[in-house]
């Protein structure tokens, strides 16, 4: 018997307001343990970058990008997958199953402990951390009101940060001294945690019944609003990757400081984001559009980034530059995550009960092959041009979002 056949859904007022709030934390858990899981590798990085002489792996940035895009590689081709045994099976099932299969890919790549072989192993996490994605984004819009889905949302969006922030502070300094696969139990430990965590407390969200094709009706074939927000988020998700994937190692790299100083600033950034986050799913309910607060984040992220890039172009020998650098890559960190939430949650309504496992899925598949090809692609221009040109470089994607953004056919929140 499935894990969602033994449990039996109850209608939505049956169900506690603390019922619905533990299975938003428990989403939020499953997100934050999949991403550190995920976003990991990157912190390997340093350790792979660096000389054999000195204890390293003697990879060159983009042999390590990647290595550290793995993970990123089997998420990104299970997306869709994972979201049709959303709509078929249940959130709580895929749930389970992926954080299973994150935790077993996580200990095989620990085990191994050698670069591609362990990049192996982390495709094989990356498959079971896309399960986590639909399924937890259904959690919340099928058990929270429109009216509370944006902060909600947002709240469980802060896993994504949350996961990298406890990767940034862990992966680096245990490679730096331990190895990289001691590193990499950190986040194996986390899915298995969530994983019974959830097994406890997540229930299915109730479904309307299907009937004759209404509900279950194809969202893509009524207009090109679902296909401009993906559109617009694989715009936003380049820098935000960049600044995720190379910011610690421009840290270390450039600027001189230890693995473990930069970790913590990394680490950091995230809970910057997670307020974003946050307080941009607050900002969608309280003005009833997720789109127009989606198209400030992206002229504010290209605002950042923008400036982020000529900062990092003039830190040579000035402590009053560099410290403005540092701020905005804080600050980048946190605005190139805004989006996220805001249209996980224009997907989710939009596309409805019986699609939303599949347009999420749709979502962060496009997103992923954006971001995949970020930590190659910027290792080869850093080491072509410098992180100042790469981060300035990246400054004109959210300017284009700008446009695709589909504020025009948004229907009102209600």
Same mark, same amino acid.
């Given at each position: ?20 709030? /533990?299975?938003?934390? +428990? #989403?939020? *858990? $499953?997100? !934050?343990?999949? =991403? @550190? ?83 192996? /192993?982390?495709?094989? +996490? #990356?498959? *079971? $951390?896309? !399960?986590?994605? =639909? @399924? ?96 617009? =988020? ?181």
């Amino acid at each position: 018997m499935s894990p969602t056949a033994a449990i039996q859904t109850p209608e939505p007022r049956t169900v506690s307001t603390s019922r619905r709030w /533990a299975m938003l934390a +428990a #989403g939020t *858990g $499953a997100q !934050a343990a999949t =991403s @550190a899981m995920v976003t990991a590798p990157s912190f390997l990085i340093p350790e792979l970058h660096r000389p054999v002489a000195e204890g390293g792996y003697g990879m060159s940035l983009a042999e390590a990008g990647l290595v550290a895009s793995a993970s990123m590689a089997g998420m990104m081709c299970t997306l869709v997958l994972w979201g049709l045994v959303v709509d078929r099976r249940g959130e709580r099932f895929a749930l389970l199953a992926g954080l299973l299969v994150t935790a077993a890919g996580g200990a095989v790549a620990a085990a191994l402990a050698e670069p591609w072989p362990m990049a192996a /192993a982390l495709c094989l +996490a #990356g498959v *079971g $951390a896309a !399960a986590t994605n =639909s @399924a937890s984004g259904r959690v919340v819009v099928g058990w929270f009101p429109p009216e509370r889905r944006g902060v909600a949302m947002g709240i469980r969006q802060t896993g994504q940060p949350l996961g990298v922030g406890i990767a940034a502070a862990t992966v680096a300094v245990i490679a730096h001294h331990h190895g990289i696969g001691p590193a990499l139990w950190v986040p194996t430990g986390a899915a298995l945690a969530v994983a019974a965590y959830v097994a406890v407390i997540v229930l299915d969200p109730p479904r309307p019944p299907r009937s004759a094709g209404t509900h279950a009706a194809n969202p893509y074939r009524a207009d090109w609003y679902l296909a401009r927000i993906h559109a617009a =988020s694989v715009l936003l998700v380049v820098p935000q990757f960049l600044v995720w994937t190379f910011g610690l190692t421009w840290l270390v790299d450039d600027l001189g400081w230890s693995p473990g100083v930069a970790g913590l600033v990394v680490a950091g950034t995230q809970v910057a984001g997670a307020a974003a986050r946050i307080g941009a799913g607050w900002a969608s309910d309280l003005v009833g559009s997720r789109m127009r607060p989606m198209r400030a984040v992206a002229l504010v992220a290209a605002a950042t980034m923008a400036l982020l890039g000529l900062a990092a172009s003039g830190t040579d020998g000035s402590t009053a530059v560099t410290a403005l650098a540092v701020v905005l890559l804080v600050v980048a960190s946190a605005v190139t995550v805004a989006d996220n939430g805001l249209a996980f949650t224009a997907v989710a309504e939009r596309a409805g009960p019986f699609w939303s496992g599949r347009a999420l899925g749709l979502q962060n598949t496009a997103q992923h092959l954006a971001a995949v090809a970020v930590p190659p692609v910027a290792g080869l221009t850093i080491t072509a041009w410098g992180y100042g040109a790469a981060y300035a470089l990246a400054a004109a994607l959210p300017l284009l979002a700008v446009a695709v953004v589909p504020v025009a056919g948004e229907r009102t929140v209600s």
